[in-house]
């Protein structure tokens, strides 16, 4: 039986390069977020299991700054619109689980 080593995984490093952050976002526009295999393909250094992960991680944290500036927006933080602009076109809804409609893609509005 072959054990993997640390030198067999795919990773180096626990953290995300800016580099594999931005194939990730590229990949994720190109395949849809359901297919983690296809992404960590094209970013190639991460597996599908740490892609997966990160994808959990990146969609919380956008639906955490979107209500975020949603809430200064209603509350009427100086400001807060303008701040808020480029978050009224992502549709955060489609990050979420339930739907397995492979051809499902994220969905920016400008």
Do not use: M
């Not at 393909?41 to 700054?65: C, D, E, W």
């Amino acid at each position: 039986i072959h054990k993997k080593s640390k030198t067999d995984d795919k990773s180096q490093t626990r953290y995300w390069s800016d580099e594999e952050h931005q194939k990730f976002l590229d990949a994720l526009q190109a395949v849809g977020p359901k297919d983690v295999k296809a992404i960590s393909n094209l970013v190639g250094t991460r597996s599908a299991t740490q892609v997966r992960t990160h994808a959990q991680k990146y969609f919380i944290k956008l639906a955490r700054i979107k209500k975020n500036a949603e809430d200064a927006v209603q509350a009427g933080t100086e400001g807060a619109e303008q701040e808020a602009w480029w978050l009224q076109g992502i549709d955060s809804s489609s990050s979420s689980s339930g739907s397995t409609n492979k051809s499902e893609k994220l969905v920016f509005r400008p």
